[in-house]
């Protein structure tokens, strides 16, 4: 536990570091994320056994870190996207006989949908209704939301723990540890929102029964994706999908929780961001 505790506090620390660059050199931020994204999709090629497949690799991991750092309007990512998918079925139809179409699909659609996801978090400090500065705010929700609810059902399916949630895919979890996460992520965010809005930030006002919903929304989906990529590594035979943070597995165990937070706060904030912030 002790592990655990302190590669997140490490994990905290670097993530404060990075939002506080975002608001000087916002370029920095994206390559840090796209930095992420390969290392993502890195993970993903190791558990469906494709390492040695350079030019799927090569290919994957340039999509990634040209949509996440260049991005900027959104028919650019459609384009990359689209010539992407030109160039993963070329791959796949050159080597049909000894590629294995599910694998391949699968690790398609991952790469889109994580980078689609990480570049809804650049969209997020570039929405309009707050100013650059502000905009790390939104930022820092759509990344702390889902790692507060990951903290809080860790430990309170640890000490309360006694109804499985979804035992097939993940035997540790616990009905208990969702309803204590949830709850963690709800209090904390609130707690920053108090901080940012009376301490950080001037004019800047939050419609909490709004936001508190915002949040509790974006926990549950966060534990959906957490789900999700536990059902993936079964289907792969493996515990994590590395060893880079200590007591945390792989950069995908951390980050695939907010692979599925984040699009939906993006999307909700760029439709109702005028009722939550004024």
């Given at each position: 536990?002790?592990?655990?505790?302190?590669?997140?506090?490490?994990?905290?620390?670097?993530?404060?570091?990075?939002?506080?660059?975002?608001?000087?050199?916002?370029?920095?931020?994206?390559?840090?994320?796209?930095?992420?994204?390969?290392?993502?999709?890195?993970?993903?090629?190791?558990?469906?056994?494709?390492?040695?497949?350079?030019?799927?690799?090569?290919s994957s991991f340039l999509f990634m870190a040209l949509s996440v750092?260049?991005?900027?309007?959104?028919?650019?990512?459609?384009?990359?996207?689209?010539?992407?998918?030109?160039?993963?079925?070329?791959?796949?139809?050159?080597?049909?006989?000894?590629?294995?179409?599910?694998?391949?699909?699968?690790?398609?659609?991952?790469?889109?949908?994580?980078?689609?996801?990480?570049?809804?978090?650049?969209?997020?400090?570039?929405?309009?209704?707050?100013?650059?500065?502000?905009?790390?705010?939104?930022?820092?929700?759509?990344?702390?939301?889902?790692?507060?609810?990951?903290?809080?059902?860790?430990?309170?399916?640890?000490?309360?723990?006694?109804?499985?949630?979804?035992?097939?895919?993940?035997?540790?979890?616990?009905?208990?540890?969702?309803?204590?996460?949830?709850?963690?992520?709800?209090?904390?965010?609130?707690?920053?929102?108090?901080?940012?809005?009376?301490?950080?930030?001037?004019?800047?006002?939050i419609n909490y029964p709004f936001f508190i919903s915002i949040c509790?929304?974006?926990?549950?989906?966060?534990?959906?994706?957490?789900?999700?990529?536990?059902?993936?590594?079964?289907?792969?035979?493996?515990?994590?999908?590395?060893?880079?943070?200590?007591?945390?597995?792989?950069?995908?165990?951390?980050?695939?929780?907010?692979?599925?937070?984040?699009?939906?706060?993006?999307?909700?904030?760029?439709?109702?961001?005028?009722?939550?912030?004024?």
């Amino acid at each position: 536990m002790n592990t655990r505790i302190i590669s997140g506090l490490v994990g905290a620390i670097v993530l404060f570091i990075i939002l506080f660059i975002n608001s000087i050199a916002p370029i920095f931020f994206n390559i840090c994320l796209a930095c992420v994204g390969v290392l993502c999709l890195y993970e993903i090629f190791s558990a469906l056994g494709f390492k040695k497949e350079r030019f799927l690799n090569s290919s994957s991991f340039l999509f990634m870190a040209l949509s996440v750092i260049f991005y900027t309007k959104d028919v650019r990512w459609q384009f990359s996207c689209y010539n992407y998918t030109i160039i993963v079925s070329l791959i796949l139809l050159l080597n049909n006989k000894r590629l294995r179409f599910k694998h391949v699909i699968m690790l398609y659609s991952m790469t889109v949908f994580i980078s689609f996801a990480f570049t809804t978090i650049i969209r997020l400090r570039n929405i309009g209704i707050l100013s650059a500065e502000k905009s790390s705010f939104l930022v820092f929700i759509s990344v702390a939301t889902p790692w507060l609810t990951d903290i809080g059902a860790y430990f309170g399916g640890k000490f309360f723990g006694k109804k499985k949630l979804c035992p097939d895919i993940s035997p540790k979890k616990t009905v208990e540890g969702l309803f204590v996460g949830s709850a963690t992520s709800v209090i904390g965010m609130i707690l920053s929102a108090i901080v940012f809005e009376r301490f950080v930030f001037n004019a800047f006002f939050i419609n909490y029964p709004f936001f508190i919903s915002i949040c509790f929304t974006g926990s549950l989906i966060s534990v959906l994706g957490d789900l999700f990529f536990s059902w993936f590594k079964r289907s792969c035979k493996i515990k994590d999908f590395g060893q880079v943070m200590p007591g945390h597995g792989g950069i995908l165990d951390r980050f695939d929780s907010v692979i599925f937070a984040s699009p939906f706060m993006y999307f909700t904030i760029k439709l109702f961001g005028k009722i939550i912030f004024y």
